[in-house]
């Protein structure tokens, strides 16, 4: 057998890490673990869970907008719309007709899906004088 000095180390032949002894194992623990963290982390869909902000404009701005019975803001104004199939507005705006309307998700979105998905990103409406 020959022997190898390294660092004041001696090894025999038999000690040395090989294509196939630990340090190729060692590789192969770390690519596993690779794989691991990258497959764990490719079913996450950062899109699709992300709040997003629905900005709401009116036609002339300075509405008072509720959403669910629950004030908003004045128009133009944002809002993070909440995890359900449809929302009721309410646009008022002195010397102008109130507008009750309801607001649906796209299709296809879960009815559980967060807050914010599946709405569109802009809402507008021209109100009509008294």
């Not at 057998?1 to 090894?11: I, S, V």
């Not at 908003?72 to 008022?92: F, N, Q, Y």
């Not at 002195?94 to 809402?123: H, N, S």
Request: net charge neutral; glycine share 8%.
């Amino acid at each position: 057998m020959r022997a190898t000095t390294l660092a004041n180390t001696t090894f025999e032949a038999n000690d040395l890490p090989t294509a196939r002894g630990p340090r190729r194992r060692a590789r192969g623990a770390w690519f596993l673990a690779s794989v691991a963290l990258l497959t764990s982390c490719a079913g996450t869909d950062t899109g699709a869970d992300e709040e997003v902000t629905s900005r709401l404009e009116t036609e002339p701005p300075g509405a008072t907008v509720f959403v669910d019975g629950s004030f908003v803001g004045i128009t133009p104004t944002s809002a993070t719309l909440p995890a359900k199939r449809s929302v009721h507005v309410r646009l008022e705006l002195t010397g102008y007709q109130t507008l009750d309307t309801m607001l649906d998700r796209r299709i296809g979105i879960a009815p559980d899906a967060p807050p914010g998905a599946g709405w569109e990103t802009v809402y507008y409406w021209q109100l009509v004088r008294k």
